[in-house]
Structure formats: structure tokens, C-alpha cells
């Protein structure tokens, strides 16, 4: 096998992480201005407003037919939408690229994409929803999917993963199952883009091998703060396969440099009617500012011999590998630098498949990814046609010859006389493994043709527990609340008395407490007791303030007429050199003047008035001094409301004089703690994502502390 590795490795890498970017321009147009209109059969066009008609000199007649300008002009048009995905419809995407830190994983695999550190592999990442149409909101409740097409020079590798590393179900055939019961309900196709509706809580009290993923998606994870700000999940097992001929089970995970960090539910429920785009907007903001996103690839490994090792099926897409019994080893790093050209081509035609795999990496007998492989491929043909993969954003950087031919929509035009193998020319021959062709595993296989399920995958409750267990207080409370809100959205007592059925045999205490809020049943005594096991790396706590950082981070300044502008420019100039993106918020969109006694010109222009954004678009609050200002702010209702809601969302907001005394007033909370920056006033500091500045500001401590208290 080593001479696999060898021929592959050795090869001179042709793929730069700006080969996909080259690839795309031969396809890019870039219109001038002044540049004249044609028809798609490149005529030049005279008259785009008006359709051929005869007229009798004063008032229209009739439309004619003949008009083959105004014709095409509605044919394309009456042509424009194609399916939208099933599920995952709506969507971002990025560019970037991906590159190994050394070869530390070719004990495990010879793909150089994850063993060759002189690569930077071209990557297109889509993060998308699951539930909701592709015109839902960003910030509903809900999974996220996080799929990345990597452009290497062996071929494309897809990883279609999302951002919770556990699975609603264990076997593809309940897929189209679970997606009915998700979907809006079929007699009135409500609700749009979430979840809290009988139909989907019907299946999940149901079929519980749902509850370890329903405790996922019930807590903070779904509902994320950004893309960004995300972990990424393969979730199914996989395979490596080394030099020697070895085989590892794998699982990988995208670790953000950012942190993982979520809305909070008032937030999300806000913004989805405030900016319904709120995270596509986000990943263009922060490429665009060159705030480019950042995740570590790890992976966890098994060599074969221990697959049989633990309590669980290690091909069970229900369960996680715990990282006390396999820990994760980081071995890359993801970038994102580019945002898409055009929506359309890149974003809506990019089409994944899990079945896209390379050289040195396979699949397992996980039975939701063999469902996975068929699927993928089947559903690109019917969005996009069967020549899917020659579409500038699906097609491969390296070379693609085969014998597949025609279909709708063919676009590579191959001058060769043969399309068979064999053929008397040696043209497209298979190559053996030791020229780089795709090598099998010789994987032993035997047993009885059965529709069942493996032994470890009856058991459904453990590792729903172990994820209930390592929750924060806050975020246990999080995920009572967001499983009271859906249950009360349905009006079945069918569905939502039954499911305290199922979470009594998570946690007893949690059964009971949403039993009573929901009117569900009260269990009298636990389903199954909770083995009270913590393990490493679920709450999302842990990801949160590793290193700290107000990056890209939005924050509004908030000011009125009489606001003290040397104050202003300061703190906006510290901010900004922090890379947190600041915004002026006052009472209209136009210059805000300073006080009298500053002599600073004409004033400075607000990006937003009180009204046009709201409080949770934002990240952190900034509220200088000035004594006129301060009353035009207390006066204003708006403004207050600004400072109470993000009050209420645990956000940080900064003030310094009079500021503090109008965020006093304001939160009706004398007592809260306030925090003085250690070196001087005119420090900005800036820790846990907490921006102070001047004498006071709420301290960290006191939001977790009033986080904990409002929660309860
Ligand atoms: Fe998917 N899934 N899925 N899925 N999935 C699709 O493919 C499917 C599953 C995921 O941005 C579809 O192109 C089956 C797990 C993402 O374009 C479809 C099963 C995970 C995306 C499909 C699963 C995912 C999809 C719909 C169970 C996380 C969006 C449109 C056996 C690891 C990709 C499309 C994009 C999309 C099938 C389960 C992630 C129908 C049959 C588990 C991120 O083929």
C-alpha cells in the first residue's frame, strides 16, 4: 500500500486554494456599464419596455406573438425557479480553503488532503436550515447543516455535516418519515420553519431514538448567534484507510475559532421578523471586513480492533464517541475568504454528495449513511438534472474523463470516437490503486439477509441524559423553556401529554417540570433512572470563551444630540482596532450634533436610527456621556426600550458619566454590580466578549449572575 501513498503524495499538488476561484472565472461575466443588451442568441436590443403590438395611431392594439424579444424575455423568466432542496432549501455559502498542519493523520489515512500541509485544498462551504422554505427566516429553531465541498486533486470530497453531532434517527428508511413529520403539516403547510407542531412531536414521542437529538436541538445550539460561531459535525461514521492497509473508523468535527455562542430565544423569535437574512448577512459582513471565519478540523479515530469496545454501536448516527474514551486530535484548519459572486450559480446549484469521497478515505456499515450515498446523487438529478457535476461550481479541479454520456443539459464536449471501456485506443482506462484509482477495502462481510437493527441500537435514553447532565444551569433552563414553547404550540393532547412520557426516561425532575407547564402528564415516578454522568465537550460552555474576542462583533453606540464626541471617538477608535464593527444609532439617520463645548465640526452621522434597527441585531451597547444627550435618550422611548431589551438578552453595555447613570434608571436595578476597569478610564477592555470603557459598565459576573436569575 505505501506505494499508494507514495504516488499520490509525490504528486506535485496543481490545486492552490484559489484553483476553484480560476476554475469559475472562465465562467464569471463581468457586465460594463454601457455595455449593450442582447437576447440570449446574442442579438443586440433596440426596445426592452415595449412588446410589439399594431396600433392604430392614438391606442394599443393587440400584443403580437411574432415578438421573439418580448417572447424570450417571459420564457426565461416563466423558467427561473427549480425545486428547492427538500430539506436544507435555505441556505449560505463561501468560499475558502483547507489545509493540514503536518501529516500527523497518515497513521490513519494516505488522502493528502488530510495528510499533505503544502496543500491548501479549495473549499465551498453552504450552511443552511433544515425545516423551512428557502424564503424562511435565518434564526428560527432548528439544525444547521454545515456541508463542504473540498476541491482536491484527487477529486471532490464532500462532507455534508451539520452543526449537532447526532442524528434524529438511525436508519436511512425513516428518513422520508422523519422529514413528513418535520415539514409544515400537509393539510395546511404550517409551520414555516420550525418545529412546534404536533406532527413532528407526534413522531418524536413515537419513534425515540429521537430523544438524544431532540436535547440538542431543544438547547442553546439551535438557535446560533452566526454561522461563524458554530461547530461542524460529519455526524456519521467513517472510514480511513492508511498506507499499510489499515483501517480506522473516523468521526470529524469543526471546531470555530470564534467559540460557540447562540441567540438568545427572544433574540431569535425578534430577529426573524427583523432581518429575516440575519446570518447570511453576517458570514458577508465578516468576509467582506476580512473577518475571515476560522474552524479546526479534529477528528476521532478507532482502529478496527476496538469497534466493538463500548456500550454503544460506534456506527449509531444517535450517539457521540465521548472524548474521555476517544479523544479528538486537531489536524487542520478551515478558512473562509470569499464571498459568492452570484447566489444563484454557486449557492442554490451547489449540490452535495456523501458518496464523494477520495483515495484513502471510505465509508462504514453506519445504515443512515449507506441510506445517505443513494440518496444524495438521486436528488441532485432531479434539482439540477443528471449533468449536475458540470456546473461550474460542482465541477471538479482536477482532471474528469469517463464514459457517462448525454443527458439533459451536457455541457463538456469530449473529441474522442470512443465512450466503452475497453476500447482499442486506451482511452479513459481504470487505473489500479498504485496509480491513484480509488482502492476498496477488503472489508470481510457475512451473515443473514435481515430487516433489523444491531443489538446497542435499541437503547435510546443513556446518552440523552449524559447531554442533559453537562448542561449550565442556564442552559438546562434554555432547553426547558424551548421544549415548553414547542409543546405548547401543539393542540393535540395526544402529542402533548405523551411526550413527559419520554423525557421521564432522560430526567425525572425535567419530565415533571414541563409537565406542568405544558399540561402534559405527571410522571409519579421515573421511566428510567438518570445514571447522573457528565461527559466533556457537550455544553456549549466549553467552546464559548476559550479565547475571548470581540472580533467582528456588532456594537451600537447609542446617542442623541449633545453627546460628548471626543468621548465618542476614542472608544469607537479602540473598538474598531479591536476589529469589532461599531454602529451609530440615534434618533434619525443624519448628523447627531455634540455637545457646545466640543469643537469637533458638523457632528457625525447615524447608521441607523432608534426605530430602523432594534437592540438585537446587536452584540453590545456603548452609551457615552453628555448631559443633553442622556435626557433626549430618557425621553425617548425607543431608546430606552433599546437599553432595557438588551438589558433583558444579558448583553454588555458599556457607559461612561451621565451613561451610567441613564443605564441605572433605565434597568430599574440600583444595586446591579458595577465594574471599573483597573487601568484608568479611558481603557477599553475587553474580556468574555465584555466591552467596557470609562469608569463603569455591568460586569461580567453580574450578567451571568442575572442570566441565572432571570432564567429561573
Ligand atoms: Fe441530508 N439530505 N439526509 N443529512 N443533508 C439532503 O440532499 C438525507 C442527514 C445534510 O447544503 C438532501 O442536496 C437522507 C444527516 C445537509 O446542499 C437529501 C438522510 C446529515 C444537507 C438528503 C439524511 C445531513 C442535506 C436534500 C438520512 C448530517 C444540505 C437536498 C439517511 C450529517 C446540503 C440535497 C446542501 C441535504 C438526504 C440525513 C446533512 C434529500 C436520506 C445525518 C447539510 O438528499
Not at 495528510?115 to 432548528?142: E, H, K, L, N, Y
Not at 395546511?188 to 419513534?207: C, K
Not at 461550474?392 to 479541479?397: A, D, L, Q
Amino acid at each position: 500500500m505505501s506505494s499508494i501513498r507514495d504516488t499520490i503524495q509525490k504528486a506535485v499538488s496543481t490545486v492552490t486554494s484559489s484553483a476553484k476561484i480560476a476554475d469559475l472565472q472562465s465562467d464569471i461575466q463581468e457586465p460594463k456599464s454601457g455595455q449593450a443588451l442582447t437576447t440570449d442568441h446574442g442579438v443586440k436590443v433596440s426596445d426592452t419596455d415595449n412588446w410589439l403590438k399594431v396600433t392604430n395611431g392614438r391606442d394599443n392594439g393587440p400584443s403580437l406573438l411574432e415578438d421573439q424579444i418580448g417572447r424570450e424575455k417571459i420564457h426565461r423568466f416563466d423558467h427561473e425557479r427549480i425545486p428547492e432542496r427538500v430539506v436544507h432549501a435555505r441556505g449560505a455559502g463561501a468560499h475558502g480553503y483547507f489545509k493540514v498542519y503536518d501529516d500527523r493523520a497518515s497513521k490513519y489515512t494516505y488522502a493528502p488532503v488530510l495528510t499533505d500541509s503544502s496543500r491548501s485544498t479549495p473549499v465551498f462551504i453552504r450552511f443552511s436550515t433544515v425545516q423551512g422554505s428557502r424564503g424562511s427566516a435565518d434564526t428560527v429553531r432548528d439544525v444547521r447543516g454545515f456541508a463542504i465541498k473540498f476541491f482536491t486533486d484527487e477529486g471532490n470530497w464532500d462532507l455534508v455535516g451539520n452543526d449537532i453531532p447526532v442524528f434524529f434517527i438511525q436508519d436511512a428508511i425513516k428518513f422520508p418519515d422523519l422529514v413528513h413529520a418535520v415539514k409544515p403539516e400537509p393539510h395546511n403547510e404550517v409551520p414555516q420553519g420550525q418545529t412546534a407542531h404536533n406532527n413532528f412531536w407526534d413522531f418524536s414521542g413515537l419513534q425515540p431514538e429521537t430523544a438524544h437529538m431532540i436535547m440538542w436541538v431543544m438547547s442553546d445550539r439551535g438557535v446560533p448567534r452566526s454561522f461563524r460561531m458554530m461547530q461542524g459535525f460529519g455526524v456519521n461514521t467513517y472510514t480511513l484507510l492508511n498506507a499499510q492497509g489499515e483501517r480506522h473508523f473516523v468521526k470529524f468535527h469543526w471546531i470555530p475559532e470564534l467559540g460557540v455562542h447562540s441567540l438568545m430565544w427572544d433574540e431569535a423569535l425578534k430577529i426573524a421578523g427583523q432581518d429575516p437574512d440575519f446570518h447570511r448577512k453576517d458570514l458577508n459582513e465578516a468576509i467582506e471586513n476580512g473577518a475571515y471565519p476560522k474552524w479546526k478540523l479534529a477528528i476521532q479515530t478507532l482502529p478496527e480492533s476496538r469497534e466493538h469496545e463500548f456500550e454503544f454501536d460506534i456506527l449509531d448516527a444517535t450517539k457521540v464517541w465521548p472524548q474521555e474514551l476517544v479523544p479528538l486530535e486537531e489536524i487542520g484548519e478551515l478558512v473562509l475568504n470569499r464571498v459568492v459572486d452570484e447566489f444563484f450559480t454557486e449557492t442554490e446549484q451547489v449540490a452535495f454528495c456523501t458518496s464523494h469521497i477520495v483515495p484513502g478515505i471510505g465509508f462504514s456499515d453506519d445504515p443512515l449513511l449507506q441510506g445517505r450515498n443513494f440518496s444524495y446523487f438521486d436528488t441532485q438529478i432531479s434539482r439540477l438534472g443528471v449533468n449536475w457535476e458540470e456546473l461550474p461550481i460542482n465541477r471538479p479541479v482536477c482532471p474528469v474523463l469517463n464514459h457517462n454520456r448525454d443527458g439533459k443539459s451536457r455541457h463538456r464536449i469530449v473529441q474522442s470516437s470512443v465512450n466503452y471501456w475497453p476500447n482499442r485506443k486506451d482511452i479513459g482506462r481504470p487505473v489500479k490503486p498504485e496509480e491513484g484509482g480509488y482502492a476498496e477495502f477488503a472489508q470481510r462481510v457475512e451473515g443473514i439477509k435481515k430487516r433489523v437493527r444491531g443489538e446497542k441500537f435499541q437503547e435510546h435514553y443513556s446518552q440523552a441524559q449524559l447531554f442533559y447532565n453537562s448542561l449550565a444551569p442556564y442552559e438546562k433552563s434554555h432547553l426547558i423553556n424551548a421544549i415548553s414553547f414547542e409543546l405548547s404550540h401543539c393542540d393535540d393532547p395526544a402529542v402533548y401529554k405523551s411526550y413527559t412520557t419520554v423525557l421521564s426516561n432522560i430526567d425525572f425532575e425535567l419530565a415533571k417540570t414541563i409537565a406542568i407547564k405544558v399540561d402534559g402528564v405527571l410522571p409519579e415516578k421515573p421511566g428510567r433512572p438518570n445514571h447522573g454522568h457528565t461527559s466533556k465537550g457537550l455544553s456549549q460552555l466549553e467552546y464559548a470563551s476559550k479565547e475571548p474576542t470581540i472580533v467582528s462583533r456588532r456594537i451600537a453606540i447609542l446617542i442623541a444630540d449633545g453627546f460628548n464626541a471626543v468621548e465618542l471617538q476614542a472608544v469607537r477608535a479602540i473598538l474598531t482596532s479591536a476589529k469589532a464593527v461599531c454602529y451609530i444609532i440615534g434618533p434619525r439617520r443624519n448628523k447627531i450634533h455634540p455637545s457646545e463645548a466640543q469643537d469637533i465640526g458638523e457632528g457625525v452621522t447615524a447608521d441607523h436610527h432608534f426605530e430602523g434597527q432594534r437592540s438585537t441585531l446587536f452584540d453590545a451597547i456603548y452609551i457615552p456621556s453628555g448631559e443633553k444627550h442622556i435626557k433626549e435618550l430618557a425621553n425617548n422611548g425607543r431608546a430606552v426600550h433599546w437599553v432595557r431589551e438588551a438589558f433583558g438578552h444579558c448583553k454588555p453595555i458599556g457607559a461612561i458619566g451621565e451613561g451610567v447613570d441613564f443605564l441605572r434608571d433605565v434597568v430599574r436595578l440600583p444595586d446591579v454590580e458595577l465594574f471599573a476597569p483597573p487601568r484608568g478610564s479611558d481603557e477599553v477592555v475587553s474580556s468574555y466578549g465584555v466591552v467596557t470603557t470609562g469608569r463603569y459598565s455591568v460586569s461580567s459576573a453580574a450578567r451571568d449572575t442575572l442570566k441565572i436569575t432571570q432564567d429561573s
